[in-house]
């Protein structure tokens, strides 16, 4: 063996391990490596933890891809990817856009429509054929090139706010957005801030802003995680990233820890 051979391999293993991501000077740690699903798992209706179904999420020239081209039909398999740690405060980042055609199949109204879900249940919880988590819904809508459809919107899947300091129980809610069309990159931006205020924004812009993430004791799967009706706030919970029959891509998730 020639003499320079051995000091190479005691190197090789610093110079290829793979640190893991560090934040940036501001804070912002990314969820998404850009490169694989590492520390995200999938949960689809009609199917266990874990299996990505027909590579329902995949990556690809580095965005998470939400894709449906090995799918027969839509079938209503709502599907989540869920990150593998839970928060409590927190800002959260990504941009994301609509891209392609929608699964045959797909509800109407679920066109040009995903999210991002917040203070999610623990995914472990979630029954096989359960179509959403427990959770904070900020609701992604892309424009259809004609009608207004505002983006970053409230939805609460066994969930209640208080708005404008009333318990708000509609199960969807306008934010103040403008319609975004086409496939243009958009960022949205959450603020969580434990079982207190809860600010969405879409480029920069405050859109949305309501108070008190709550269980609604009214909701059959949300009933399954109450212990005592008197603690409906959620004060953390898991993120998770949509499919619901329109794909779409996620170029950038960072999440930024707030203080209590």
Request: with cysteine; proline share 6%; glycine share 8%.
């Amino acid at each position: 063996m020639p003499r320079f051979a051995l000091p190479l391999l005691l190197l090789a293993p610093a110079v290829f391990a793979a640190d893991p991501p560090k934040a940036d000077k501001d804070g912002w740690e990314p969820l998404f490596d850009g490169k694989t699903l590492d520390g995200w798992t999938p949960k689809l209706k009609g199917h266990e933890l874990g299996d990505n179904y027909a590579d329902t999420f995949s990556v690809k020239d580095g965005v998470i891809r939400v894709d449906y081209s090995k799918y027969d039909k839509w079938n209503t398999r709502y599907g989540h990817l869920f990150y593998k740690e839970k928060f409590g405060h927190y800002r959260l980042r990504i941009e994301y856009r609509f891209v392609g055609e929608q699964v045959k199949g797909g509800e109407g109204w679920a066109l040009r429509n995903s999210g991002v879900m917040i203070h999610c249940q623990d995914p472990k919880t979630m029954t096989k054929d359960q179509s959403f988590p427990v959770s904070i819904e900020v609701q992604f809508l892309g424009g259809n090139g004609k009608d207004p459809r505002p983006t970053c919107n409230l939805c609460t899947p066994g969930t209640n706010v208080v708005l404008k300091e009333k318990l708000h129980t509609p199960h969807c809610t306008n934010s103040t957005s403008k319609t975004i069309h086409g496939d243009e990159w958009v960022t949205a931006e959450v603020e969580v801030n434990g079982g207190g205020t809860v600010k969405h924004f879409v480029n920069g812009e405050l859109v949305i802003e309501y108070e008190k993430p709550q269980l609604d004791p009214k909701d059959a799967d949300a009933k399954k995680l109450i212990k005592d009706e008197k603690k409906l706030i959620l004060e953390e919970g898991w993120i998770s990233l949509q499919s619901e029959s329109h794909p779409i891509e996620f170029r950038k998730v960072e999440i930024k820890r707030l203080k209590k």
